[in-house]
């Protein structure tokens, strides 16, 4: 079973900037593609940003040239830097292996204007 836990959100004024990171348990990491999804206060979950094994990328039209996700396979980690943060960016954050349906609990981000 995949462990994903995350961190690293917080809050920011915007126009600044966050890490987060997500650690995964499991061998599988290395060729499991990963991604991160968000879920705003009355809207539904939606994915941001996604990586393949092979480390191909893709984004949500409205984080596309401000959100960077990278992985780590040695460290069993992957990684969201957000730049240029906006008050819409505000959501609990989350890891997620989609072919396995597991979740981490999520890393609240919190964007003042």
């Known amino acids: 079973q995949v462990q994903l836990v995350e961190s690293g959100g917080g809050l920011v004024q915007a126009g600044g900037s966050l890490t987060l990171s997500c650690a995964a348990s499991?061998?599988?990491?290395?060729?499991?593609?990963m991604v991160w999804a968000r879920q705003a206060p009355g809207k539904p979950r939606e994915s941001v940003a996604t990586?393949?094994?092979?480390?191909?990328?893709n984004y949500k039209d409205s984080v596309k040239g401000r959100f960077t996700i990278s992985r780590d396979n040695a460290k069993n980690t992957v990684y969201l830097q957000m730049n240029s943060l906006k008050p819409e960016d505000t959501a609990v954050y989350y890891c997620?292996?989609?072919?396995?349906?597991?979740w981490g609990q999520g890393t609240q981000v919190t964007v003042s204007s």
């Open positions: 997620t292996v989609p072919m396995l349906n597991a």
């Open positions: 499991g061998s599988i990491f290395s060729g499991t593609p």
């Open positions: 990586i393949t094994s092979g480390g191909t990328t």
